[in-house]
């Protein structure tokens, strides 16, 4: 079974940066798109962004202009760089295949804080 780990949060200062990493047991991300979301304490899990199979990337409106997801060539591995952050992107952060037989990974937590 393909599995996914990301890493790469941890604490940060306001206005500071982080990059996650995403990294599949296998190279799936040249079959599927690939997104990241987010999980704050109390709050529902939203999409972050996006990137398709053929490379076309979308963003929350609340993370545009600020974040950018890529991957590597190789499709084994993901990634979301994350700029400008602000206390409000405090969250546990997923990574996920766009397949239902793929399941996310444990997610890596993310705190913005001064």
């Known amino acids: 079974q393909v599995q996914l780990v990301e890493s790469g949060g941890g604490f940060v200062q306001p206005g500071g940066s982080l990059r996650l990493s995403c990294v599949a047991s296998?190279?799936?991300?040249?079959?599927?798109?690939m997104d990241w979301y987010r999980q704050a304490p109390g709050k529902e899990r939203e999409l972050v962004a996006a990137i398709t199979r053929s490379g076309s990337t979308s963003y929350a409106d609340s993370v545009k202009g600020r974040f950018t997801i890529s991957r590597d060539n190789a499709g084994n591995t993901g990634y979301l760089q994350m700029n400008s952050l602000k206390p409000e992107d405090t969250a546990v952060y997923y990574c996920?295949?766009?397949?239902?037989?793929?399941?996310w990974g444990q997610g890596t937590q993310v705190t913005v804080s001064s």
């Open positions: 296998r190279s799936i991300f040249r079959m599927y798109g």
């Open positions: 996920a295949a766009d397949s239902v037989f793929i399941p």
